[in-house]
């Protein structure tokens, strides 16, 4: 018997493999990309990239391979050529969706996390290296009904119609701007790439209402590096006000 793999997310990394690598098997870099911060991101940082998977490497023609396959058959694959230096490819590869209980026939949280941490390894390590990060974060909330939608009601109303590589520049609900590039899209999320202060990276996870009745959900992430104190509080009283000035009218409390 076969087993059936799907391509879940494939990025090009313009740094060399070397450099990527120890993204995936040292913990206090992986904590620069992975999840979000809570409690137990440590542990599960632990877990996930130093106890569970199996690593291997090869070289099959100009091509030098790092894979990280996990009991579960998900695998994450770095590859390098020699023709093309500099950069990496990631890719992570996961078995069919039969049998697998993340999956309701709508959405795949486990498919969903790896696009998103994917794309923000990615910018950690060419935008940001060698520095940390810290996350805001805010899960589960009502997506709202047509004509009142969180997202709309947050600024951010249109960003499908534009391009990967496009720019965008929305107007929060208490006035101030916001500015970035999109950075990836795909059904169910899109991220973008912040500019301001320093160069932030948004990912926005949409949860249909097939899954979530009766509206849907919206799950948002915020990776920051290198800010002080001072500034991370503003950022952080900025991000609560904004999801709480965008909340549908028909859940404010």
Known sequence: MTLELREVVSVDIPVPLATLWPYVREPRLVHRWFGWDYDGLDDQIRSVFDVEPVESHDVVGDSTIHTLTWPHLDVLTARSRVSLPGHTRLTVTRRSHQGV????????????????????????????PGEERRTLSTFGLDAGTPGDRLLDNAGIAGIRSIPVGGHVQARRPDGTLLGGTIDYMTPLQFGLRLHGISAIYFVIMEIPAAAAPPNGRVNAILSTYGLDEGTFAEVEDRWGKWWTAAMPRSVRT
């Open 101 to 128: 209980s993340t999956f309701d026939g709508i959405r795949d949280e486990v498919d969903e996390g790896w696009i998103a941490f994917v794309h923000q390894l990615a910018f950690a390590v060419t935008v940001h």
